[in-house]
């Protein structure tokens, strides 16, 4: 039996790995999502790149509670726009529940449907 664990970029030993086991993971997460809810999130993850246009990369990613939207080392470019879209999300809904994680790469938000 393969022990299995789940690998954080910080901690793994060959960071190349690491990378190559969140896009499996998100591949395989990625079936429990309905197409309605795949474009709602591509819709939203298209709308926040409008006002972190710096960030130096930014991913879509899948997880099997909720999907995930990353931007390493934001810069914000419209913070009042910004703060509305974001008033705007927490009414939206299509979910039941948006959560912005910060950590020391830059900013995940979490949509729950």
């Known amino acids: 039996m393969i022990k299995r664990q789940l690998l954080n970029r910080d901690e793994a030993p060959v960071p190349y790995f690491a990378i190559l086991d969140a896009r499996m993971r998100s591949a395989k997460a990625k079936s429990l999502y309905s197409i309605r809810q795949e474009a709602i999130a591509t819709g939203i993850f298209y709308a926040l ?63 729950y449907f």
């Open 49 to 111: 790149q409008l006002f972190y246009t710096r960030a130096t990369k930014s991913y879509l990613e899948y997880r099997q509670k909720f999907i995930a939207l990353k931007f390493d080392h934001p810069r914000i470019t419209d913070r009042k726009g910004l703060n509305n879209y974001e008033d705007g999300l927490t009414k939206d809904s299509r979910l039941s529940k948006v959560e912005v994680v910060k950590t020391k790469q830059g900013l995940i938000y979490r949509l």
